[in-house]
């Protein structure tokens, strides 16, 4: 013990950038696991659609109108934050929020969550993911 003290008391700096390193790997892993319970890929989409997943596009009407994922519902992310009435009645059902870059559905999804939506999740990446996956729109 005394030589271990004496080994930290002599390399104040290298025990000091061990300890940094150590907390940022511990953040960076439960920010993972984090994101990584609410965002699915272009391909876990498709399996949860299948099974009749609700999806909701959170982007402006317009930007719905140039193309969106087949039977998906515009439903704009200030009307997720109020609570839209469309998205009210489907607690039991799995909701995929989906957006242009994937950062306004993760915050959709995220809302859905604490709303009480347990199975809510959120494409990574949007539809700029969907479309690299080749996967298609309708307009």
């Not at 004496?6 to 439960?30: I, K, P, Q, R, T």
């Not at 200030?78 to 559905?105: P, T």
Request: proline fraction near 2%.
């Amino acid at each position: 013990m005394a030589q271990l003290v004496e080994f930290v008391s002599n390399h104040v700096w290298l025990v000091a950038g061990l300890l940094a390193a150590s907390a940022a790997v511990m953040f960076y892993e439960l920010r993972l696991r984090s994101h990584g319970a609410t965002h699915v890929t272009a391909a876990d989409a498709v399996r949860l659609i299948n099974k009749g997943a609700l999806v909701i596009d959170v982007r402006k009407p317009e930007e719905f109108e140039n193309g969106h994922i087949v039977n998906a519902r515009n439903v704009p992310f200030e009307r997720v934050q109020q609570g839209d009435d469309a998205i009210k009645k489907q607690k039991n059902k799995i909701l995929l929020a989906v957006c242009g870059d994937g950062a306004s559905s993760g915050r959709a999804a995220g809302q859905l969550r604490k709303a009480g939506y347990e199975n809510a999740f959120s494409l990574k990446g949007g539809l700029t993911g969907w479309r690299a996956d080749n996967l298609p729109l309708v307009k």
